[in-house]
């Protein structure tokens, strides 16, 4: 069942994984929503403006500081999202990896952000998909509506690196086509929703 397919992706067991740590201390999760916070705030106070780490750096609250961005984002960074998607070792998962694999941390960590910030989008998506019996083309037009709303109430962080769309609807895209629909199109196509 699709459904279950989408509940279990790469990235969703990625968020899973991280979300679910409830300890105070050393809750990474905690410290990359910290960064996520930033990177939102200053793509929608300055549209258009690149964001560099030190930017970032100065918008985390409380106390942002460069060895944690780098902790966060980077080719070195601990878990992540593309490093889930490289080790799960599938097609479409390597795609997505090649297609979000940043040289720029600052890039990385806005991936990572759209995913967190598109998220409760999601959520409400598989909660739709799961109560009503609809049709293929029906389900691509839920995400790609649930991706419109994000995109309208984010505007700045929808269009930052060149209109990439978060990576977790990429991967619902590849799933709900189950397999005639390669990663790299799907990001395709929904990167041109997002230019509309």
Same mark, same amino acid.
């Given at each position: !069942?699709?459904? !279950?397919?989408? /509940?279990?992706? @790469?990235?969703?067991?990625?968020?899973?994984?991280?979300?679910?740590? $409830?300890?105070?201390?050393?809750?990474?999760?905690?410290? #990359?929503?910290?960064?996520?916070?930033?990177?939102? &705030?200053?793509?929608?106070?300055?549209?258009?403006?690149?964001?560099?780490?030190?930017? @970032?750096?100065? %918008? %985390?609250?409380?106390?942002?500081?460069?060895?944690?961005? +780098?902790? @966060? =984002?980077? %080719?070195?960074?601990?878990?992540? !999202?593309?490093?889930?998607?490289?080790?799960?070792?599938?097609?479409? =998962?390597?795609?997505?990896?090649?297609?979000?694999? $940043?040289?720029?941390?600052?890039? /990385?960590?806005?991936?990572?952000? #759209?995913?967190?910030? +598109?998220?409760?989008?999601?959520? $409400?998506?598989?909660?739709?998909? =799961?109560?009503?019996?609809?049709?293929?083309? &029906? /389900?691509?037009? &839920?995400?790609?509506?649930?991706?419109?709303?994000?995109?309208?109430?984010?505007?700045?962080?929808? =269009?930052?690196?060149?209109?990439?769309?978060? %990576?977790?609807?990429?991967?619902?895209?590849?799933?709900?086509?189950?397999?005639?629909?390669?990663?790299?199109?799907?990001?395709? #196509?929904?990167?041109?929703?997002?230019?509309?």
């Amino acid at each position: !069942m699709i459904t !279950m397919d989408l /509940q279990h992706t @790469v990235i969703g067991d990625w968020h899973a994984r991280l979300s679910a740590n $409830r300890s105070p201390r050393r809750n990474h999760w905690h410290t #990359k929503i910290v960064y996520f916070q930033a990177v939102t &705030e200053l793509l929608a106070a300055r549209p258009g403006t690149p964001l560099t780490w030190k930017s @970032v750096v100065a %918008a %985390a609250r409380p106390h942002g500081c460069r060895s944690t961005f +780098y902790e @966060v =984002a980077g %080719a070195h960074a601990r878990h992540r !999202m593309v490093d889930d998607l490289i080790a799960a070792g599938t097609p479409d =998962a390597i795609q997505l990896a090649l297609r979000y694999l $940043r040289t720029d941390p600052v890039e /990385q960590l806005i991936d990572e952000t #759209k995913v967190w910030s +598109y998220w409760p989008y999601r959520t $409400r998506l598989l909660d739709r998909l =799961a109560s009503t019996d609809l049709t293929p083309t &029906e /389900q691509e037009h &839920e995400l790609v509506e649930s991706l419109h709303t994000w995109s309208r109430r984010h505007e700045a962080l929808a =269009a930052a690196v060149n209109h990439s769309p978060p %990576a977790c609807a990429v991967e619902d895209l590849t799933v709900l086509h189950q397999g005639r629909l390669a990663a790299m199109r799907a990001a395709g #196509k929904l990167s041109e929703v997002l230019r509309a």
